[in-house]
């Protein structure tokens, strides 16, 4: 069936480098996507969000990348930090009514 | 800033007894969500509610889930018989308008615990 998922269940990154984490969906028609942080014991945080009519989202050290002809989603972080360390989902926006369906999560663990 | 509150942050019951988790959503938010996630696993949608009534839900959620707006500011996710694979984590979501823009943001959650 329709699906996203991440390619890597954890990133090892030293601190102060650069982290990418991938996300591979199959649902062509999706057209919007979002990158979600969770922090051990919290809710899933709102990161940053693209809309399939772009290619590339910027935010505060966060970027997201979409390239629709391989159905594949990526975020970067700039200057990885130790607060950045947490689980990292995408999510496609799967239907009119705002439902969310996600992939598997990248367990980030950023080390000094 | 507005959050989405969820009580209680951890629930433990016995197997066969209902439970409710309960939610306020931002205040002026329309659409409500609920997800859960087992230990280690993805989230996975439950069901979302706007205008007091379901407008999707999925194959997790049979008739022994419930969900209700009961005043205007809570939104309350009922198990009536509780088994021991309904163990999770349980967030709430809201987002304000409709269309894919809007975000959805999630409460901290509520763990459940079946024993």
């Known amino acids: 069936g329709e699906s996203v998922g991440l390619h890597l269940p954890t990133l090892s990154v030293q601190e102060g480098d650069n982290s990418i984490i991938n996300c591979a969906y199959s649902n062509s028609a999706s057209d919007y996507f979002i990158w979600y942080k969770q922090e051990s014991g919290k809710g899933p945080q709102f990161i940053i969000d693209i809309r399939s009519n772009m290619d590339k989202r910027q935010g505060q050290r966060v970027t997201v990348l979409l390239n629709k002809t391989v159905k594949h989603l990526s975020l970067q972080i700039a200057a990885t930090q130790p607060g950045d360390s947490a689980v990292y989902f995408c999510a496609e926006n799967a239907d009119s009514w705002g439902k969310l369906q996600f992939g598997a999560g990248t367990q980030v663990v950023v080390t000094p | 800033e507005p959050e989405v509150t969820q009580t209680p942050s951890h629930q433990v019951t016995q197997m066969g007894q209902e439970v409710i988790l309960r939610c306020v959503p931002i205040s002026n938010h329309l659409y409500f969500y609920w997800y859960r996630q087992i230990l280690g696993q993805k989230v996975e949608f439950l069901v979302s509610?706007?205008?007091?009534?379901?407008?999707?839900k999925s194959e997790i959620f049979d008739d022994q889930f419930s969900v209700e707006r009961p005043d205007g500011s809570n939104f309350t996710l009922k198990i009536r018989s509780t088994k021991l694979e309904d163990s999770a984590m349980y967030f709430c979501?809201?987002?304000?308008?409709?269309?894919?823009?809007?975000?959805?943001?999630f409460g901290a959650g509520t763990r459940l615990s079946v024993l």
């Open positions: 979501a809201s987002k304000s308008g409709g269309g894919a823009k809007n975000i959805q943001y």
């Open positions: 509610f706007y205008n007091n009534e379901i407008s999707e």
